[in-house]
């Protein structure tokens, strides 16, 4: 075994603890004092047994109060609540999904943006029926584009990307009448049923959840991560580095911040400009520092390999250090606190998007036209603040890993050709990968997603379980905050074979990967549905009966139910460790942990116990190699 040892959780919290000490002498308010504010949470809202769908109320189921005035019962609003949870994420990832088509429709030979993956345009385009002989590209991008947009309203059939998943679950998707149609229209549609005087059926609410998920997962976001690659570059493996030592105290810091990569891959052009790389080296500054922090950090790590200052708890974090000249955000995932808190420091909190705009920001309105103006004008306002830094507040933890990340579908298709002794796979297919998992060489595989949540200590779930995982032969895929957490802890670093089991030790040094793979943000968790849907297809097998399991044990947005709900209805067992607000309804809990098994062969389990939940998720996948004779 090497030097390889991995970053604790304790050294985060140190770590974290001489930050907060930074922001105590300059009045800084941070999310661990508001939790202490809010702890402990209204037991109504946390089982999910108030309602305010109307103004009647609010109402709130009790013993003694079984029923809302309505008469609705507790299954009924919980339920609903749950409908509406499922709904804003739904609509949050396929509005960023619809922005992407929106990006691709501007693109241009001399436009800001340009088609980087004509091959997967392509490709795309012949999936979709389209004529691509003789057709300029931006021609193709720009026909795809408008197609795209329009499954968000087309007023009959079903989502254009159902027919890449395996005949089998399309079959229980239409069974089941859970094939999403328009994105726009099962939003609407959830909104629709959950309004006063709808639907109050646990079963019929559940159904139209996962009908809601669907349209994310296999319509907003798949667009938002195929566009995306097609104009930004399908990821491959690439060298980067995790956690907040990736600021440089010599360089002009910025950090970027949500989950557009439009925005984010223009400031890093901007950045890489030799004219402002010399205009930042005039006010006293080495260079230009561009890291991230959330999902469009993922994005520009996967695609070029700019570091990860850190994951949704720490995005505070990154002003305390003193040295952020501007964080520049985008939409989703954005602390409010951040306004307040850069005003007491020398930082620059720049909004960018119409849709998140906030207190205490300057907003530079960005645009697909403006683009280029926009990003050059937010480095160079970031540069100019270099000057404004109080030495006296600097303080940037000494605290990094390296990690190769970049894992697209492609990507592991690639890399796992070497690993069999059998010849290449020219055709690539993932069959050295099922060959892997037949002969046990990998026990199964976990896909750890989702966010950060003062309910668990943070990033402990994650990487708790990531570690007994790898060590007992079962790869890892992860995206969003999960996979932040994985390369701060060093799990992403090819050196941490050394801490797995045999057979997936043999794997890495055979194929040259990490035993955590990075498959990028969430809405980049279709790209893990398409890897599932593959691995059933070049088996023979359903995607239920495949040896893996999804897991978001530190999950918070309301967008992370929606994908619990497209993973589950895929037919991926999930396993969360925190509760979506259903325990108040024992209809609604049976039906998601157990009763939808026999809609869409899978269901939720929600642990709070980490050590139970990762044996729960071993257990599964020993099941289901059983059950297949593996
Ligand atoms: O979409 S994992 S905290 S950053 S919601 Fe947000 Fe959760 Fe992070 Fe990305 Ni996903």
């Not at 930050?19 to 702890?39: I, P, S, Y």
């Not at 798949?222 to 930004?232: A, H, Q, R, Y």
């Not at 930082?347 to 036209?369: L, V, Y």
Request: contains cysteine; hydrophobic residues 40%.
């Amino acid at each position: 075994m090497g030097n390889f040892k991995l970053t604790t959780v304790e050294e985060f919290e140190a770590a974290t603890a001489r930050l907060l000490e930074t922001g105590a002498k300059v009045g800084a308010d941070a999310w661990q004092f508001r939790v202490k504010n809010q702890t402990p949470h209204c037991k109504f809202g946390e089982t999910g047994v108030c309602c305010k769908i109307c103004a009647m109320g609010p109402c709130r189921i009790t013993p003694k109060a079984p029923k809302g005035i309505c008469g609705c019962d507790v299954h009924g609003i919980v339920g609903r609540n749950y409908l509406k949870f499922t709904a804003g994420g739904s609509a949050t990832h396929s509005d960023h999904g619809r922005e992407i088509c929106h990006t691709l429709y501007e693109s241009a030979a001399d436009g800001n943006y340009k088609v980087k993956d004509p091959e997967k345009l392509l490709r795309i385009a012949k999936e979709w029926g389209v004529e691509t002989e003789g057709k300029d590209i931006y021609d193709l991008a720009h026909e795809i584009a408008e197609m795209g947009m329009m499954e968000y309203g087309k007023p009959f059939g079903t989502q254009r990307f159902l027919k890449r998943a395996p005949k089998h679950t399309q079959e229980i998707w239409e069974r089941e009448e859970i094939a999403p149609r328009a994105i726009d229209r099962e939003v609407s549609c959830s909104l629709h049923m959950a309004h006063m005087g709808c639907s109050s059926k646990p079963e019929a609410l559940i159904r139209q959840s996962f009908r809601a998920g669907l349209s994310d997962g296999w319509g907003g976001s798949m667009m938002g991560t195929e566009f995306s690659d097609v104009l930004f570059g399908t990821p491959k493996p690439v060298d980067t580095e995790a956690n907040l030592g990736v600021m440089e105290v010599e360089n002009v810091n910025i950090v970027v911040h949500g989950h557009d990569p439009s925005l984010s891959e223009m400031i890093c052009e901007y950045a890489d400009d030799p004219e402002l790389i010399a205009y930042a080296k005039s006010k006293g500054a080495k260079g230009i520092t561009v890291s991230g922090v959330c999902c469009t950090s993922n994005e520009v790590a996967m695609r070029r390999g700019i570091p990860m200052a850190g994951n949704f708890l720490q995005q505070e974090n990154v002003v305390l250090t003193g040295a952020c000249e501007a964080i520049v955000v985008d939409v989703q995932c954005i602390f409010p606190a951040l306004g307040p808190l850069s005003k007491c420091f020398h930082t620059k909190f720049i909004t960018t998007s119409p849709i998140a705009q906030m207190p205490d920001s300057e907003f530079i309105r960005f645009n697909a036209h403006t683009a280029g103006e926009n990003a050059k004008a937010i480095v160079k306002a970031a540069i100019d603040n270099f000057e404004n830094r109080n030495p006296d507040l600097i303080y940037i933890p000494d605290m990094k890993q390296k990690a190769t990340v970049g894992y697209s579908v492609e990507a592991i298709v690639k890399v796992l050709d070497g690993v069999t002794n059998s010849q290449v796979d020219e055709t690539g297919t993932t069959k050295p990968l099922l060959e892997c998992i037949t002969s046990g060489v990998l026990r199964g595989a976990v896909a750890m997603v989702g966010c950060n949540n003062p309910k668990i200590r943070p990033d402990l779930a994650h990487i708790e379980l990531m570690k007994k995982l790898i060590a007992n032969d079962i790869v890892v895929i992860a995206s969003g905050c999960a996979a932040q957490a994985a390369a701060k802890a060093g799990l992403m670093d090819k050196a941490a074979k050394d801490i797995c089991g045999a057979g997936l030790k043999r794997v890495c040094e055979l194929a040259d990967i990490p035993p955590v793979l990075h498959m990028g943000s969430c809405v980049d968790i279709s790209r893990m549905m398409i890897l599932a849907s593959e691995l059933a297809k070049d088996s023979g097998l359903n995607i239920s009966q495949l040896p893996v399991v999804g897991c978001a044990p530190e999950w918070m947005s309301e967008k992370a139910v929606s994908i619990g709900n497209y993973v589950v209805s895929t037919g991926i067992d999930t396993f969360l460790g925190v509760d979506p607000y259903v325990s108040g309804s024992s209809e609604v809990a049976e039906l998601l942990t157990s009763g939808v098994r026999e809609w869409v062969e899978a269901a939720y389990t929600v642990e709070k116990d980490i050590d139970k939940l990762v044996d729960a998720m071993i257990d599964r996948i020993e099941e289901k190699r059983a059950a297949l004779g593996i």
